[in-house]
């Protein structure tokens, strides 16, 4: 049984940055593999996502977040599958000298590219900082919003094999799913 | 002198558009004209006898100001207003060149305007409204406002700058920064569920008095409790967030003229749709059921109102979406398949929707294409719905757009 794990994802939704455990549920149920979902017990979790939250919801959960960055200190030590967007990538990047060091930049409200190492994907950024996409093993942050497990097959896969997800997709689901993550990647990207 | 070059040269511009596109060109001739003229736009404003007012907010603002406007007409005042949707700058200096005379000078009574909540605040120390209408505020258009509170910021410096409000007192988002003294209150009783999800704010609730307060909601029927009087209407726009524009209007209404209730029933009762909020048209022998979706709240609202079995059913997300990350935070596992999936971010959408196991049959991004293949299906129930660039380019293709 996979277990998938989600810091308040009532909160930490900003963007549809949720989208990314529904991906991966899908996924696991389209392989026939189960999963389980919480959104409290993140200690023995396969895979943490803290999605991207406003700033009253940064204020009122700071002390939430300071209580997980020793776990996700921890998860980044190992490579755990964990995916960090938005806002709580600036605020684990402030937090953990491991994590790349945020510059401030002028802010560009885009859709594009970043590699980190040979891994290259892309999503919509939109803040003030310089650094878009950190990938350690299958620990991500990035500030990349919304469902970047959907729109980039690479990085999912490396989050899949990481949790110890080894069987292929289904051919009926890779051949609805193949045209359309061509046409996102054209749009975005013009290309 | 420079308002005639003004109206001149934005007219001729708008005429070449319009030559090329049908129902378009709105913007730019607004764009050139303010050019040439920059107090174009605060000069007609001016020449109105009974001032400005404004509605703004993050939601609802074309229902508002529509029917406002037909609650003052009805009552026989001159209104100047700008057409759906043309909110932005660009779009109130083209209003006056499509409504102004020669010097880009309006009769009018009352001025009502919808207004961008960005381009309003930038536009409101000059212009100062009588009245500014505040509706609401969602955590929506982040791709362009970035987070909410930076909303709520925008919507403060109307209201300093308007010498009185009617504010959505449901709202902490508005109440937070708002003087009883200052404001007329509307909202929904108390007992009325579910409540539109405002965008998150954990700070303290002040509590003002409804003024106006929609009492009761549903099975095509709203009642509004007004000082002494309980109004009630027959409407389709009986959802929450629709009564909630419609006691805004009414509390707008009452802070501007002494009004004729039974004629404020009948005028709303009669009243018709905004182009696509859920309106049924006629298109090539077809009766075509249309339903704008502009952020999360309405896609969900749509989605509500429409059957799981609606066939042909087409749904677009069209240009005007920056990021369509946000697709992913509406539900659409109600139903079992799209015909066609359209507009611009046609991929995001039907990504979203396959996540879902919503069976997508078709992907069309131009939006001609799109209504053309949509149009060639059978079926008892055709339904469109939309964001706000799919609905103009669809309207204008299929020649419902003026």
Request: charged share 25%.
């Amino acid at each position: 049984m996979i277990r998938l794990a989600t810091f308040m994802p009532t909160y930490f939704n900003n963007n549809g940055d949720q989208g990314n455990i529904e991906v991966l549920a899908k996924q696991l149920e389209w392989r026939g593999v189960q999963c389980s979902m919480t959104s409290t017990d993140f200690a023995d979790s396969d895979f943490l996502l803290v999605g991207d939250g406003s700033r009253a919801v940064m204020r009122e959960f700071e002390s939430e977040l300071v209580a997980i960055t020793e776990l996700i200190a921890e998860r980044l030590r190992t490579g755990k599958a964990t995916l960090l967007v938005g806002s709580a990538h600036e605020f684990f990047c402030s937090r953990l000298p491991e994590l790349p060091e945020l510059k401030k930049t002028p802010r560009v409200s885009e859709h594009r590219e970043a590699s980190a190492g040979d891994v290259s994907v892309f999503g919509y950024r939109n803040n003030e900082i310089d650094v878009d996409f950190f990938l350690e093993r299958a620990f991500i942050s990035t500030s990349l919003f919304g469902p970047i497990l959907a729109k980039n097959e690479n990085l999912l896969n490396i989050v899949l094999n990481s949790i110890g997800v080894t069987s292929e997709l289904p051919a009926v689901h890779q051949s609805r799913l193949g045209p359309v993550l061509q046409g996102v990647r054209s749009k975005a990207l013009g290309s | 002198m420079i308002s005639i070059l003004a109206v001149a040269v934005g007219r001729i511009v708008r005429f070449i558009i319009r030559i090329f596109r049908r129902g378009g060109g709105s913007a730019f001739p607004g764009t050139v004209a303010s050019s040439i003229a920059p107090n174009l736009l605060s000069d007609a404003i001016r020449s109105a006898r009974k001032g400005l007012v404004v509605v703004s907010g993050s939601s609802g603002k074309s229902s508002t100001t529509q029917t406002l406007v037909a609650l003052l007409r009805a009552h026989g005042y001159k209104v100047f207003t700008n057409p759906s949707t043309a909110n932005i700058k660009q779009g109130l200096y083209a209003a006056i060149l499509q409504f102004g005379d020669f010097r880009g000078h309006i009769d009018a009574d009352f001025v009502v305007l919808e207004w961008d909540e960005g381009h309003g605040a930038a536009l409101v120390e000059s212009l100062r409204p009588r009245l500014a209408v505040l509706t609401n505020v969602y955590s929506d258009q982040l791709d362009r406002f970035i987070d909410p509170e930076l909303v709520v910021e925008k919507l403060k410096k109307i209201y300093d700058f308007s010498d009185h409000a009617v504010v959505n007192v449901d709202d902490k988002n508005l109440t937070q920064f708002v003087d009883s003294v200052k404001i007329t209150g509307f909202g929904l009783s108390p007992s009325i569920e579910p409540r539109p999800s405002y965008a998150i704010n954990f700070g303290l609730e002040p509590k003002f008095e409804r003024s106006v307060q929609v009492s009761k909601l549903g099975d095509r029927s709203l009642q509004v409790k007004v000082p002494g009087r309980l109004l009630s209407f027959e409407t389709k726009a009986d959802a929450p967030h629709q009564a909630l524009n419609l006691a805004a209007s009414i509390a707008a209404v009452s802070k501007l003229i002494d009004p004729d209730w039974d004629l404020v029933e009948k005028t709303v009762s009669n009243l018709p749709p905004v182009f696509a909020r859920d309106e049924i048209a006629s298109v090539r022998g077809k009766d075509v059921r249309f339903l704008l979706c502009l952020n999360p709240t309405s896609f969900t609202h749509s989605l509500s109102e429409i059957s799981d079995q609606t066939s042909p059913l087409m749904i677009m997300a069209g240009g005007d979406i920056s990021d369509p990350s946000w697709l992913w935070t509406v539900d659409f596992s109600k139903l079992e398949h799209v015909d066609v999936v359209g507009g611009k971010n046609a991929y995001d959408l039907a990504l979203r929707l396959m996540y879902q196991d919503v069976q997508v049959d078709k992907i069309i991004l131009e939006a001609d294409k799109a209504a053309d293949a949509f149009l060639e299906l059978s079926g008892p129930s055709p339904t469109v719905l939309f964001t706000a660039d799919a609905m103009r380019r669809t309207r204008r293709y299929l020649g419902l757009a003026k």
